[in-house]
């Protein structure tokens, strides 16, 4: 019998395509841990709401790991707080599972609130410790919120408290996101494991810049690379207007949501999400930036990489990041990263070493940096090389250890017979 783990990824499948309103950094970081758990002899099980009742109910995510879509609630994309009202039937779909398969798990691992909720659930049936990582937390959010519309409810607040009050571990993705646990939600410090998130260096890695460039058929002249989703958040007003200030060759790429299409009519702007990318054409059009910025939509990973390869700079204005795994992976294709100065982007980057942090929302600062930036390329092939380095202690095997270490130290019976290696770093 091997360690056996349910990892809870309610709102998200970990292999639904990046770059959507619901997919990112966890998305990557579910898939990759339990991909490396699989491969150091863990039996993991990642559970996640099925979306469409068309796909298969199990889908193999690589040696000793698979994820298991269960009905809760439309199988269909559905709001947050939509699915919290489905949650118990996602761990009575849980709990099914386990039974009809004739299995017991060690741990329970949840990703985000609503997983949390679930999990607390599932530890009390099983009487297991609940591991719970958050990856954003709904107090910091509506910190930075700019309107109401960007608001988290109190529901996620509430639950988020509960989480933080009953989990036998919270995995915090470095030491300011931890400080934040202990401030905002009372959370105790000697409870709070931090382990950050990782990268794939095989996949993100250098190359030569002309090559990248090349591959891409993008023109010659300094480039900026944006890659993340269309949100209010993210700061993405503040990078156009730093753009408005540079020269005139300068073009900005944005990887992330939709690609380039008319600006809607104010009339088709139901959603929060479409009024603001809606918004952000508009903004490119009032700065008269038609031909300098590029929406390209969500990107093939493999494809990413060339764009980080190609550009100058990858840019992360955010109002607020938990970890920012975007810089990594551009640190690991040896691109210099040039920040909002907040979360977790004030460790993922090292200022002056492998980017720059900037004070978040201020476009002036911004582009100043952008500029000094463009205009030297010694420093660009500096920073660069010590991006590269700085990612390669970030690999997913170094990541999934840590992980590993955190599972025994909550269930040492069931990690013993894991010894002789086979929780060590892979090389």
């Given at each position: 019998m091997s360690l056996r783990v349910a990892v809870l990824s309610v709102h998200t499948c970990p292999l639904a395509a990046l770059g959507g309103k619901e997919t990112g950094g966890m998305n990557v970081y579910v898939r990759e841990t339990a991909r490396e758990l699989g491969r150091m002899g863990v039996a993991v099980?990642?559970?996640?709401?099925?979306?469409?009742?068309?796909i298969p109910r199990v889908a193999e995510l690589g040696n000793g790991a698979r994820v298991i879509h269960l009905p809760a609630g439309p199988q269909a994309p559905i709001g947050r707080a939509t699915i919290h009202q489905h949650l118990g039937e996602?761990?009575?779909?849980?709990?099914?599972?386990?039974?009809?398969e004739g299995i017991d798990y060690d741990v329970v691992h949840g990703h985000y609130w609503l997983s949390g909720v679930a999990g607390?659930?599932?530890?009390?049936?099983?009487?297991v410790p609940l591991v719970q990582m958050f990856h954003t937390l709904g107090r910091l959010k509506n910190s930075v919120a700019l309107d109401a519309l960007e608001m988290e409810p109190e529901l996620r607040l509430s639950e988020e408290a509960r989480i933080v009050a009953s989990?036998?571990?919270?995995?915090?993705a470095n030491v300011v996101e931890r400080a934040h646990l202990v401030w905002y939600y009372g959370a105790a410090a000697d409870r709070i494991a931090v382990i950050p998130c990782g990268v794939d260096t095989e996949l993100f890695q250098p190359m030569a810049q002309s090559t990248a460039k090349d591959l891409l058929e993008v023109p010659?002249?300094?480039?900026?690379?944006?890659?993340?989703?269309?949100q209010p958040i993210k700061g993405l007003e503040t990078l156009l207007d730093a753009v408005a200030r540079l020269g005139d060759s300068s073009r900005l790429y944005i990887v992330g949501g939709d690609a380039d299409e008319p600006e809607p009519s104010p009339m088709a702007r139901g959603s929060s999400a479409r009024g603001h990318a809606g918004r952000l054409r508009a903004r490119v059009r009032a700065l008269g930036l038609q031909d300098r910025v590029h929406f390209l939509g969500a990107q093939p990973q493999r494809r990413l990489r060339l764009f980080y390869a190609a550009a100058d700079a990858t840019v992360m204005p955010s109002?607020?990041?938990?970890?920012?795994?975007?810089?990594?992976?551009a640190m690991a294709c040896g691109c210099p990263v040039v920040a909002s100065r907040v979360g977790g982007l004030q460790t993922t980057v090292k200022d002056g070493?492998?980017?720059?942090?900037?004070?978040?929302g201020d476009p002036v600062a911004l582009a100043?940096?952008?500029?000094?930036l463009l205009r030297d390329p010694a420093e660009r092939a500096r920073l660069g090389r010590e991006a590269s380095r700085w990612a390669d202690d970030y690999r997913w095997p170094c990541i999934t250890e840590s992980v590993c270490r955190l599972y025994s130290e909550l269930r040492p019976a069931a990690v013993s017979h894991l010894g002789r290696g086979r929780c060590q770093t892979q090389s």
């Open positions: 099980d990642v559970f996640t709401r099925s979306q469409n009742p068309s996602f761990v009575e779909g849980v709990e099914k599972h386990r039974w009809d607390l659930e599932l530890r009390e049936r099983w009487g989990a036998d571990r919270i995995v915090a010659p002249g300094p480039m900026l690379l944006y890659v993340g989703r269309l109002a607020y990041e938990s970890f920012g795994m975007v810089a990594l992976e070493a492998t980017g720059y942090l900037v004070p978040e100043e940096r952008l500029e000094g």
